[in-house]
């Protein structure tokens, strides 16, 4: 049978675990610890407190049956816990009493006596007959209560510690679990920094001794996801390096052929298959400037004027916006306007800002409008590139990001990397990209942002 330390569920918190099995413990020891303390108390002033009435009681009955006894007060017999004198003649009356409202008659054998007069309890020594119809008695009382409250009270200067002890070794407890996990959050957030371009070995230094194997055993998966990538991306980059040759070739082939189809269906048939190897140059184009960015994932950064960068890539695709009749423009873009400045590689916000124009060209309809335009709200520059053309599902937004992804029921051609590239380039440069339909029409707004 399996007992089950943790608490079940989807999350368990070792705090609240520890509280729970320690707690209980605390109190049950706690309450132990009362309990032993009172009966072992209880017993010790019994039997001293026994011992004193029976010695007082066989001292005063050799002195004869005209010793003196004081007087007595209702505090001193209750709250003090005085002992009651009482003294019988051989017939068993009274004849002297040191505190006349105790109310007990003599008892009829000798030894300790239990018993309550007017709602009080008492604890009764007599003395044994010894010459009966002769010798006096003599009887001792003390308060019960007094005897209870007097234990109770040693038992609490006992367990006093242990009650005091008990919230301190609570908050010693939740502090020492609050250190443990805050060291296993360190390792949390150490895991949580990694990523395919940057996997190293999680630190064992400051590393709870308990939790040491099982960061072990992360960090050998940690080296074996690291071969994967490592392998991934040398098998990118060789296919890559290996189709460029012979694409290109045949690209050349092509060119050279192009001459010698006359108009008409073998010219279209030609046509057709030059814009295949161009799809796949592109491809490979993209297999390539992927590769390298995996390979050199840190990059110097130095402040970069955005306004060029956008001007720069604007310009170098006005032409395939011409030639499907796009009217693309940078709004805000005049000689008044102020210079935006974003600390990045000019390299890898180039790569973002020309993927995301060449997407919204490539997926607009003929005639369309694109707009770029640059945002700062307080301190936090934007890039957006609105486009007039279908949009994407809502439920598809995330998946455009993944390698080779392509939204179902496009006839635009592509390989389904450029907002792969995009991303990885923005998160190098400190910013991410997020894409939302737009509200007015059709289309889609695709915006980098510093984080």
């Not at 805050?182 to 630190?203: N, T």
């Not at 010698?260 to 400037?289: I, K, M, N, T, Y």
């Not at 050199?296 to 006005?318: A, C, F, Q």
Request: neutral net charge; proline residues 5%.
């Amino acid at each position: 049978m399996m007992i089950h330390v943790f608490p079940s569920g989807p999350l368990c918190s070792l705090r609240r675990a520890l509280l729970m099995w320690l707690l209980p413990v605390f109190v049950l020891v706690g309450g132990a610890s009362a309990g032993v303390a009172y009966w072992s108390y209880n017993q010790m002033v019994s039997t001293f407190m026994d011992n004193q009435m029976e010695v007082l009681a066989e001292s005063l009955l050799v002195q004869g049956p005209d010793i003196m006894v004081p007087d007595l007060s209702a505090e001193q017999v209750h709250e003090w816990g005085s002992y009651v004198v009482q003294v019988f003649d051989a017939d068993g009356s009274l004849k002297k009493n040191s505190w006349p409202g105790v109310g007990v008659a003599l008892q009829p054998t000798g030894g300790f006596h239990e018993l309550r007069a007017a709602n009080t309890p008492w604890h009764v020594y007599t003395t044994a007959v010894k010459d009966a119809g002769k010798a006096h008695r003599v009887q001792v009382l003390q308060s019960a209560e007094f005897r209870q409250h007097l234990a109770a009270g040693r038992a609490w200067t006992a367990i006093a510690p242990v009650i005091v002890l008990l919230p301190l070794a609570t908050l010693i407890l939740w502090w020492v679990v609050a250190m443990v996990s805050r060291a296993v959050g360190d390792i949390a957030r150490q895991a949580a920094a990694q990523d395919e371009h940057s996997i190293a070995e999680l630190p064992l230094d400051r590393v709870p001794r308990e939790i040491v194997p099982l960061v072990v055993s992360f960090n050998s998966l940690l080296k074996r996801l690291s071969k994967a990538f490592a392998t991934q991306r040398r098998f990118v980059q060789d296919a890559a390096h290996e189709l460029r040759t012979p694409i290109t070739a045949v690209s050349l082939q092509l060119e050279n052929l192009r001459g010698d189809f006359a108009a008409g269906a073998p010219a279209q048939r030609f046509a057709q298959l030059e814009a295949g190897v161009q799809r796949a140059q592109r491809l490979v184009d993209q297999l390539l400037r992927l590769s390298r960015q995996e390979a050199l994932p840190e990059t110097t950064r130095s402040p970069v004027n955005v306004h060029e960068v956008l001007h720069g890539s604007i310009n170098t695709l006005i032409a395939l916006a011409d030639q499907r009749g796009i009217d693309l423009g940078l709004e805000g873009s005049g000689e008044r306007a102020e210079p935006a400045m974003l600390s990045c590689s000019s390299g890898d916000l180039r790569s973002v800002v020309d993927n995301m124009i060449e997407n919204a060209l490539r997926y607009s309809p003929e005639g369309a409008v694109v707009d770029v335009r640059v945002t700062n709200t307080q301190g936090k520059l934007a890039i957006e590139v609105a486009d007039t053309g279908p949009g994407i599902p809502p439920e598809l937004m995330e998946r455009v990001f993944d390698r080779f992804f392509r939204v179902p029921g496009t006839d635009v051609r592509g390989s389904g990397l450029g907002l792969a590239i995009a991303q990885a380039a923005a998160q190098r440069c400190g910013m991410r990209i997020t894409l939302r339909n737009r509200d007015d029409r059709s289309g889609l707004i695709a915006r980098v942002e510093t984080l």
